[in-house]
């Protein structure tokens, strides 16, 4: 649908970008969104479909760098926007709960400290110990969390926004702000540079991700999202039997500081090789990709008032956690813009990454 003289313009029609018209067209304003591909053509079509609660940091770490009352109303939160996109995730939203998984002994010290500090306020997790027929020493296991079909998941939402009136303008790169016309953008990119964001520009780190998905397996080895080492690995079975895996950046660090969505052969081969033994022999892999998200050296996201006008809004960085973060952030900066400004958004103003920088 065509809208005449639109209030909000948005760049990006990911979970983000649609998180936000959808907000915005339902307190009766008029939205377009652009995407220089289709809509989830970015990461939030190419993910790993882990919808998890809380931050990007461990609980521990958000109540010593955020301040405890903070950090509870943080994860909060984002298990209350996870409620609300299981509610209009349909078939797209599994609710399995998740594995955090630690590799080793000392891993295994950290995420207990993780889970004490869960447990003393209050946020349900489980301890498990032996995990895997005991590859694993331990894992916290959250309960509410759940696995998603990620582009699916964004195209049902954008077709809501679209019935609502928002005008979704696909395969058009913006490549300035003044070929928008309206007083208020949102610049929803996450990882993927766009030009638009000036001094902003490149604190958002991009980073590359690359997955891969294996043939259907018959026996159901893994029953939701696992992911560990920091979250470095991560694997999921699909209903239909399929093995995703991604991750192993840290096997080439620097090479992964990119928007380029190539695989590469280093990766892909330390990927296959730890699902094969994971699964206890090789499997092979019928699909292989990559996408681009954004790392913020705070792990906070990154939404506000972009500094040096009132135009130029910003909602992305959320250091590859986005599913969730994406659909609560989008949120916070449309409810910004109409007026009614999240207290957490103090920790996440842009504003920040330019003072450090
Ligand atoms: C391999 C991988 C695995 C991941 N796994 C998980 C996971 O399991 N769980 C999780 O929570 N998060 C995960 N993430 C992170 C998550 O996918 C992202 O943080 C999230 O999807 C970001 O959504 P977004 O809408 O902000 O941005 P994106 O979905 O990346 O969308 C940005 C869009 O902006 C468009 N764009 C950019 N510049 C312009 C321009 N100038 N004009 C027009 N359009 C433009 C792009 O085409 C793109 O479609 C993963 C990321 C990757 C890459």
């Not at 649908?1 to 990006?12: F, H, K, L, T």
């Not at 208020?184 to 001094?199: E, H, W």
């Amino acid at each position: 649908m065509r809208i005449d003289s639109p209030d909000v313009e948005i760049v990006g029609a990911g979970i983000t970008g649609i998180s936000a018209a959808l907000t915005l067209v339902n307190a009766g304003r008029r939205v377009r969104v652009h995407d220089a591909r289709q809509v989830a053509g970015g990461a939030s079509g190419r993910n790993g479909g882990f919808a998890l609660r809380g931050g990007t940091m461990a609980y521990d770490k958000a109540r010593e760098w955020l301040g405890p009352d903070n950090a509870l109303e943080y994860w909060r939160l984002t298990e209350e926007y996870l409620d609300r996109l299981a509610a209009l995730a349909g078939d797209a939203l599994r609710r399995t709960g998740s594995l955090r998984i630690a590799a080793d002994d000392e891993e295994r010290d950290e995420i207990r400290a993780e889970y004490d500090a869960l447990r003393e306020d209050g946020i349900a997790a489980e301890w498990r110990t032996d995990v895997l027929g005991g590859r694993f020493p331990a894992a916290i296991f959250h309960p509410g969390d759940a696995a998603i079909q990620p582009a699916r998941l964004v195209r049902r939402l954008a077709v809501r926004a679209a019935d609502a009136g928002v005008e979704i303008v696909e395969h058009h790169r913006v490549a300035s702000l003044d070929e928008l016309e309206a007083p208020r953008v949102i610049v929803a990119t996450d990882g993927y540079p766009s030009g638009l964001l000036g001094d902003l520009e490149g604190l958002i780190i991009p980073t590359r991700g690359q997955m891969i998905a294996t043939v259907p397996i018959a026996e159901t080895l893994f029953d939701c999202p696992h992911y560990g080492r920091h979250g470095f690995d991560y694997w999921q079975q699909l209903p239909d039997g399929r093995v995703t895996a991604g991750g192993f950046r840290d096997f080439a660090m620097d090479s992964e500081f990119t928007d380029s969505e190539e695989t590469t052969p280093a990766i892909q081969d330390a990927l296959e090789l730890f699902v094969a033994e994971l699964v206890g022999q090789p499997v092979p892999v019928a699909q292989r990709w990559a996408g681009i998200f954004g790392l913020v050296l705070d792990f906070l996201p990154v939404v506000g008032r972009v500094p040096g006008g009132e135009r130029v809004w910003v909602a992305g960085g959320y250091s590859g956690h986005g599913n969730v973060l994406g659909f609560l952030c989008g949120d916070l900066v449309a409810k910004a813009i109409l007026g009614d400004e999240h207290p957490l958004l103090d920790l996440f103003t842009p504003a920040r990454l330019m003072h450090a920088a």
